[in-house]
């Protein structure tokens, strides 16, 4: 009797542990996700949130070369834009993200984007605060590795992403 109960105990135990189990495993990065547009149209929209810890929700966007891109700025926060203030700012490539955001400090007036630098900027919002949100639309540059920031003094370490365009 008690070696029938041992094998069935231990059978079963087998039984369970081969059994497939339904749990589905996500993997997120710091709560921070690429959005990518998998569907090729002449559109698309997309919606990036800063907060008030200094971060996106997205740490990559992929689009397709040659789209039209839509890009709204919400800040999800309750700080002022002169405290916490937040925009979005897409960096031709091969810019130099971190003297771009030390020159930025001194930019106050042109909304944190240096006006000896403008040339280096594919598309940028305004600085915007808590419960607000800012909406530009830009045409997709060519196909090739981008990296957008957030200007305001003391963020583009932190908040930053790459923008992917896809040929």
């Known amino acids: 009797m008690k070696h029938t109960t041992l094998t069935a105990l231990f059978l079963s135990i087998i039984f369970i542990s081969c059994t497939p ?73 091969g810019t130099d993200k971190a003297a771009f955001g030390m020159a930025a400090v001194s930019s106050k007036d042109s909304g944190y984007i240096p006006l000896d630098m403008k040339e280096s900027v594919i598309a940028f919002t305004p600085v915007i605060g808590g419960g607000e949100s800012a909406t530009i639309t830009f045409e997709a540059p060519a196909a090739g590795y981008y990296e957008f920031i957030c200007s305001f003094p003391g963020h583009y370490g932190i908040m930053n992403g790459s923008f992917v365009v896809l040929p």
């Open 21 to 93: 189990s339904e749990k589905k495993e996500t993997n997120t990065n710091d709560a921070q996700q690429a959005q990518t547009v998998t569907e090729v149209t002449e559109n698309v929209s997309i919606t990036i949130e800063g907060n008030d810890m200094m971060q996106f929700n997205l740490n990559k966007i992929e689009i397709s070369a040659g789209q039209t891109v839509t890009l709204t700025l919400k800040h999800v926060g309750q700080m002022s834009s002169v405290a916490m203030g937040h925009n979005w700012v897409l960096l031709k490539a």
